[in-house]
């Protein structure tokens, strides 16, 4: 069977692999379909491995963690049949450490994410543990691959405690910003995202954004305070990764408010501490998803198929993925999902 391996930092091969047998004790085999390229998944392609790592193997590795598969042998997985189509929950957390233990393992600074720690998707045949596996029924493959990303957009909202009604701000209209722009809007938010790029925002608005905008950071300031009646949004969103948002997304929110940070950063940007317990907000991170999110997100994902259709914009076949990682990391900006297609 074909799979793309990435060999070493900057090296993926797409080559003849064994792949594996029957499923082993606990496991499923599944044959994925369509796997979307996530932002994070340069990281491990070009070797910037520092916050995944504690010391950790990662080449050869077979990438892909938002992935759609039929599932092979069920193993002895109860729930799930030869046949069924289904999306990959990556994360095995370790069940023991502090936030394993409070109910958060998202965050198990121990958890493996298929694609990263374990071989992904990016394959004809794929062994993944049951707890990973769940039935999408009737969706179609890009949708469900979507479903990964979508669970992140979940989560952040459930960390953000979005209320029915709620104004929302959206900073970032990419994969995640838009299914968060969707989730927030089909949770009855109203919601504004900001995005520099009007195709971006076009999408926005095709998925549930009430207003989608850019504007320099003041004018956006007066925008947002006449769309909210001078107090602010009483919550504000970061998925863009943008270091100087953050600042901006604190200035925006409402006295009382909330701002949930997903987007990752490496850099640095000055905070004026004070505002904290002047407003009295709440700064709150996000990162990847529990089990509860990633079913939420396929109940998300399953009405709104439709509208969704236009975030796949560009197909690759897995024997040009390594082209697919290249076209992807220069960010030409009518790209938003790129998908490989695998079987
Ligand atoms: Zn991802
Ligand atoms: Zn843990």
């Known amino acids: 069977m074909l799979a793309a391996v990435t060999r070493s930092p900057g090296e993926m091969v797409v080559e003849d692999v064994s792949g594996p047998g029957p499923a082993r004790a606990g496991n499923v085999i599944v044959r994925p379909e369509a796997v979307g390229i996530c932002g994070s998944d340069f990281h491990l392609f070009s070797g910037d491995v520092g916050a ?15 992935v759609s598969a039929i599932v092979e042998d069920p193993g ?9 189509r289904v999306a990959i929950w990556p994360l095995l957390p370790c069940g023991s450490c502090y936030p394993c233990r409070a109910g958060r393992p ?11 720690h374990l071989d992904g998707g990016l394959q004809q045949r794929l062994e993944v543990p049951a707890s990973t596996v769940f039935g999408v029924g009737d969706l179609d493959p890009d949708s469900t691959a979507f479903v990964e990303p979508a669970s992140i957009a979940v989560h952040a909202l459930a960390r953000g405690n979005l209320k029915d009604g709620e104004q929302a701000v959206v900073f970032g209209a990419g994969p995640i910003g838009l299914a968060t722009t969707l989730a927030a809007a089909a949770a009855g938010a109203r919601v504004t995202t900001i995005d520099p790029i009007p195709a971006r925002r076009d999408l926005a608005k095709r998925l549930g954004a009430e207003r989608a905008t850019w504007a320099p950071e003041a004018d956006l300031q007066t925008e947002i305070n006449d769309w909210t009646g001078g107090d602010g949004p009483p919550l504000v969103v970061e998925t863009s990764g943008e270091t100087k948002v953050l600042p901006q997304a604190v200035d925006l929110t409402s006295a009382a408010g909330r701002v949930v940070v997903v987007g990752m950063s490496s850099g640095t940007v000055p905070v004026r501490p004070g505002v904290f317990p002047e407003k009295e907000i709440d700064v709150i991170g996000s990162s990847c998803a529990t089990a509860e999110d990633f079913q939420a997100a396929i109940n998300l994902v399953r009405p709104n198929r439709a509208s969704l259709a236009a975030i796949f914009s560009h197909h690759f076949p897995l024997t040009r993925t390594a082209e697919a990682f290249e076209f992807a990391m220069n960010r030409p900006p009518d790209a938003i999902k790129i998908m490989v297609t695998v079987n």
């Open 106 to 116: 998202n965050v198990c600074p121990r958890f493996r994410l298929v694609g990263v």
């Open 76 to 84: 002895e997985a109860a729930d799930i049949q030869q046949g069924d």
């Open 52 to 66: 995944l790592s504690g010391g950790r193997d990662f080449y050869p590795r077979i990438q892909g963690h938002e």
